[in-house]
């Protein structure tokens, strides 16, 4: 903390707390270093901070540095009145901006309202024109607007930012990651059990067969389980609404079927059990990208320094460009995969189901539109 100086007198800048929230505040000038999501908190309206970040994207560079990156900062004139106008510093690398002693106190709470002599029907059509340029604009609105959904983000899970209402509960889904998690609660650690009841390429038809369904029920560790009931219930619960239960039933038996098929393809001769329903969860998420392509999903970027001073990132993509992306990683896992052979995770089985999801969801996309 030693090393934070003022950008403005070269002071030291000490943590500090304003509305019960954290700052950086100059010994020297009183000046401070709030992050933009703190403004937005402290306003209680998005649109303010909203304003600010555009017009520091817009921004040429400033004469301050950015005490926490030593980047040039931006500068920008901010209203907040008519009478009141003030000059920021904003570094668009750490989303912080730089207030002069007295500056902060200046905020309002709410935004003033707009006076405005148009008619009420015209005031609609401005208010609805500026909410599409925002939504549209590269902003801060990443973050998600539930602090519960920071802790999966945190262990680099995706959050959901506007997906579809779904109409119906997703029994399905919650049934299969019941299951998942009451058989992983009595099969933990037993390694005579996934040896019995897991899918062995060589051995295949064991049990009448049956070891292809209860292969997808039982997990290696507590991150397998957590990474696929996590992807199972934030991807699951609107395929399951958008195909209703009896076509996702159907759905998740042939992801099922082709995921294995792909893993079988290469791993006809291995001994080595394969557990797990990412096969399964791949078709859903394939699926979820076609059907659902402008999701925005939001993940948070952030590192060991950020996180000491409480500072991160948050950027969010489309549903289909993380899919595309997610493909590119399992081909490329799955290449390395195959040059190891002493096994590990199933990356051609996450590609089987995948590919079959893209194909459901093309036919899906095709008919829709056919009809019309």
Not at 66 to 95: G, H, S, T
Not at 121 to 140: G, P
Request: proline share 5%; aromatic share 12%.
């Amino acid at each position: 903390m030693n090393d934070l100086c003022c950008p403005r007198c070269g002071g030291h800048l000490k943590k500090d707390f304003y509305h019960g929230k954290v700052c950086y505040k100059c010994q020297t000038c009183s000046g401070v270093s709030v992050a933009v999501a703190m403004i937005r908190q402290l306003c209680r309206n998005r649109e303010f901070a909203n304003f600010l970040w555009r017009k520091a994207l817009q921004s040429n560079t400033g004469c301050l540095y950015c005490p926490f990156c030593r980047k040039p900062m931006r500068q920008i004139v901010q209203e907040i009145d008519e009478n009141c106008a003030l000059e920021l510093d904003v570094c668009c690398n750490c989303q912080l901006v730089w207030f002069d002693a007295g500056e902060l106190e200046t905020i309002p709470l709410l935004l003033p309202k707009v006076k405005s002599e148009l008619p009420q029907k015209a005031q609609e059509i401005l208010a609805l024109e500026k909410v599409k340029n925002i939504q549209e604009t590269i902003s801060i609105d990443s973050e998600p607007g539930n602090p519960w959904q920071v802790i999966p983000a945190v262990f680099g899970f995706p959050v959901e930012l506007n997906a579809p209402k779904v109409h119906s509960l997703p029994l399905v889904t919650w049934a299969l990651a019941v299951i998942s998690i009451t058989v992983f609660a009595y099969t933990f650690n037993d390694v005579p059990v996934i040896k019995q009841w897991g899918l062995i390429p060589n051995d295949l038809w064991r049990n009448g067969g049956l070891n292809i369904f209860t292969s997808v029920f039982l997990h290696g560790n507590l991150v397998h389980l957590i990474g696929n009931v996590y992807f199972l219930l934030i991807f699951g619960d609107n395929v399951e609404d958008y195909l209703g239960k009896g076509r996702y039933l159907l759905f998740l038996l042939m992801s099922l079927i082709f995921s294995f098929m792909s893993y079988l393809v290469l791993h006809s001769d291995s001994a080595v059990p394969c557990i797990g329903a990412s096969g399964v969860i791949s078709g859903i998420i394939a699926l979820y990208a076609v059907l659902f392509p402008k999701v925005q999903l939001s993940f948070l970027l952030t590192s060991r320094r950020m996180i000491l001073w409480r500072l991160w990132h948050w950027i969010s993509l489309p549903a289909w460009a993380v899919f595309v992306l997610w493909m590119v990683f399992q081909s490329i896992m799955a290449f390395f995969a195959e040059m190891d052979s002493a096994g590990g995770v199933a990356y051609s089985a996450h590609i089987g189901g995948a590919i079959f999801g893209l194909l459901a969801g093309t036919f899906l996309v095709l008919s829709k539109k056919e009809f019309k």
